[in-house]
C-alpha cells in the first residue's frame, strides 16, 4: 500500500509534458490509426505475432496445479516452488543482462530467445511426462523441471527486453501510446488463450505431452513467422542503439 501511495503521489506532483508534434483527439479514428501503423510496419507486427505464438502455444501455466499435485505428488509447497521458477530465471537473467545492451541484430536476438523458450517448454513437458510414465525418478525429474521452468523465464525476460527495444524506436511519439496499448492487449492476452488451450490439449493428452506438443509447436512456429515476417529477423539497431535499420 505505501508502495502505491507514494507512485500516486509522485504522478500528483509531475508537471503535465505538452505533447510534441501532431496532436490526435481521442476516438475511434486515433484507434484504427494506431491500428494502421501497426499493419503498415510488418516488424511491429511481426514482435506481437511471436509473443502470441510463444504464449498461445508454450505457456501452460495453467496445469501447474495439475502437475505438482497430480504428477509430481510435491504438494502445495511444490506448487510454489514450481510457479516461482520462471521469476527466479527471470531475477537472474536480469542480474546477468549486462550483454543486452551490446546486441545490435535485436530481431535476430528476438527469434532466438522466443525459440529458445519453446525449447525450454518442451524440455519441462518432457520431464513431466517421463515422471506421469515412471521412466525417471521424482529426484531426477522435479529438479531438471525447475531448471527448465527457470530457464524459460530467463529468456522471456531477454524476449520482453528485445520486443520493447523494437518497439519504443520503430514507433514515432505520436504513436507510441497507442502502440503500446496494443503490445499490453497481446501482452495480457495472450497467456490467458494458452490457459485455455493448455487445458484443452491436457483433457485430452496429458499434461507432458501437451507441453511438449506446445513448446515443440511453439519453435515451428518461430520459423514459419521468421519466413513470413523476414524484417523481424533482419532488424538491426541503428548507430549508438538509436533509431533503427531494417527491411521493413
Known amino acids: ?19 510534441l508534434g501532431r496532436v490526435t483527439r481521442p476516438g475511434l479514428a486515433a484507434v484504427r490509426e494506431g491500428l494502421a501503423f501497426v499493419r503498415r510496419r510488418p516488424v511491429l507486427l511481426g514482435t506481437f505475432v511471436i509473443d ?12 501447474f496445479p495439475a502437475i505438482a499435485l497430480d504428477v509430481f505428488r510435491v504438494g502445495p509447497a511444490g506448487l510454489g516452488i514450481l510457479a516461482a521458477a520462471p521469476a527466479a530465471g527471470a531475477f537472474v537473467g536480469a542480474l546477468l543482462s549486462g550483454w543486452v545492451p551490446r546486441v545490435r541484430r535485436v530481431g535476430r536476438a528476438l527469434v532466438i530467445v522466443v525459440a529458445s523458450w519453446g525449447l525450454a517448454m518442451a524440455g519441462f513437458g518432457l520431464a513431466v511426462l517421463l515422471q506421469s510414465i515412471g521412466l525417471a525418478p ?9 531448471v527448465l521452468l527457470a530457464v524459460a523465464g530467463a529468456v522471456d525476460m531477454f524476449s520482453a527486453v528485445f520486443r520493447n527495444t523494437i518497439l519504443q524506436l520503430a514507433t514515432p511519439d505520436e504513436l507510441r501510446g497507442r502502440v503500446t496499448s496494443i ?18 490439449v491436457a483433457a485430452a493428452v496429458g499434461p507432458g505431452l501437451a507441453v511438449v506438443a506446445g513448446g515443440l509447436l511453439c519453435v515451428l512456429g518461430v520459423g514459419v513467422i521468421s519466413r513470413r515476417i523476414p524484417s523481424l529477423p533482419a532488424h538491426v539497431l541503428g548507430e549508438g542503439g538509436e533509431g533503427v535499420r531494417a527491411r521493413t
Open 183 to 200: 503490445h499490453i492487449l497481446v501482452v495480457t492476452g495472450g497467456p490467458r488463450l494458452g490457459d485455455i488451450q493448455a487445458a484443452l
Open 138 to 146: 521424482l529426484i531426477w525429474t522435479f529438479p531438471l523441471a525447475l
Open 52 to 63: 502470441l505464438n510463444a504464449m498461445i502455444l508454450a505457456s501452460p501455466i495453467a496445469l
Open 1 to 19: 500500500v505505501l508502495t502505491f501511495v507514494a507512485s500516486f503521489v509522485a504522478l500528483l506532483v509531475i508537471r503535465p509534458l505538452p505533447p
